[in-house]
């Protein structure tokens, strides 16, 4: 019976004890939740350069289709596929067989018009003299002189076959129309040649070489509205349109610049872009026809622009925005509509003031109305600029 009442009372105590221990507990405060800590920066003001990108196509400046002038087949050739030409170069030797024998029949029918000229020349003269001596009608000599005036216009057809026949002959030697290099996929000896139709070889210049590429209506006015803004007279700007840029394929810009020479007179009613012509420097030949590019202009600057690093800048879907550091400390998601791409950054065009700090570093799994530790990264920090960085070629 004691054993039962001491147990009782360890109990009681026990569960006192745990009561007070829970009462103490719920009257203590949650710990607080840990801050994000993020680097951010101010978005940035200032002038700033704009390259434009446009994906465009090297083609070579002049480049021609070799055609033989007259049919027969092949029976030499006098270089290599891949050679540079020079123009008046001779390419291929036609088979002549048929075309010596038509001078050859030409000029006998030349021979036997001549021949009949004479002779009815020579009957001409008597005639003349018959008729003075009034031996003859009048009609007879006016006859005569109809036949030998008849024999002098087949003598000029007879030479003119002769001519024709002639310049075929010369025309079984192919010459080259231009200096430039030609392509590998010239035809082979034997092969039969159809005038006018067969290609024979390609030749084209590489230097120096175009780039075309197009622009949309509202690039072309974004690229014209710079001349005004700088206060240029528009008829010398389209004298001395910006220069262009080329990136290769494989990531790298080429060293040269190139001017622009030409462009098409309206916008395509397809796409509503302008097709332009740049000529581009190629002394090493590194550039071939048929390559793709990015072009870039330079020399355009975009004044007064508002800057946000491309680190920044998230997407959702078809959205994208910023995350900046709100007047509480927390984080604020904020829509953005952005421009060209300019080094590190961004154009803004509309979604954010000068006054925005951006969060640039810290961002994964970072959400709106997050606590926030700052700290506060220059552009130099961060490695950021507004110029393209880009392995230049090495010229050696």
Not at 71 to 95: N, T, W
Not at 327 to 350: N, P, R
Request: glycine share 8%.
């Amino acid at each position: 019976m004691r054993l039962w009442k001491n147990a009782s009372g360890f109990l009681a105590i026990a569960t006192l004890s745990l009561s007070v221990l829970i009462a103490g507990c719920g009257g203590e405060e949650a710990p607080q939740a840990m801050k994000t800590q993020v680097n951010v920066m101010k978005v940035l003001r200032q002038d700033t350069p704009v390259s434009y990108g446009f994906p465009g196509h090297l083609q070579g400046r002049d480049e021609v289709e070799v055609h033989s002038r007259v049919s027969g087949s092949i029976v030499e050739k006098y270089f290599h596929g891949g050679d540079l030409i020079k123009a008046g170069q001779p390419l291929y030797k036609i088979d002549a067989r048929q075309y010596e024998t038509a001078v050859l029949e030409a000029q006998a029918k030349v021979h036997i018009a001549e021949s009949n000229l004479r002779n009815a020349s020579e009957d001409l003269a008597r005639y003349e003299l018959l008729w003075k001596d009034k031996a003859i009608a009048e009609q007879l000599l006016t006859n005569k002189r109809a036949e030998v005036d008849g024999y002098l216009a087949t003598v000029e057809s007879e030479r003119a076959v002769v001519r024709k026949a002639q310049e075929n002959l010369d025309d079984t030697i192919v010459y080259a129309p231009m200096s430039g290099r030609a392509s590998v996929d010239d035809v082979a000896v034997g092969t039969y040649a159809t005038a006018g139709a067969t290609n024979l070889v390609s030749i084209g210049t590489t230097d120096p070489i175009f780039v075309q590429f197009s622009i949309s209506e509202t690039e072309y006015l974004n690229v014209l509205a710079d001349a005004y803004d700088k206060g240029a007279n528009i008829e010398e700007d389209f004298n001395e349109p910006p220069k262009i840029k080329i990136t290769l394929s494989n990531g790298r810009e080429y060293p040269y610049t190139g001017e622009i020479v030409t462009s098409d007179r309206a916008l395509s009613e397809k796409s509503s872009s302008l097709t332009i012509k740049a000529l581009m420097p190629n002394p090493q030949g590194v550039l071939l026809p048929g390559m793709f590019t990015q072009v870039h202009f330079v020399g355009l600057v975009a004044e007064n622009a508002l800057l946000v690093p491309q680190r920044a800048v998230q997407q959702l879907l078809d959205e994208t925005f910023v995350l900046v550091v709100g007047d509480d400390g927390k984080s604020v998601s904020k829509k953005v509509k952005l421009g060209e791409k300019v080094g590190s950054y961004y154009i803004v065009e509309s979604g954010l003031s000068d006054n925005d700090t951006v969060i640039v570093e810290g961002l994964t799994n970072l959400k709106s109305g997050a606590e926030l530790e700052v700290v506060t990264v220059t552009p130099d920090e961060m490695g950021f600029s507004v110029y393209e960085t880009s392995e230049v070629m090495d010229k050696s």
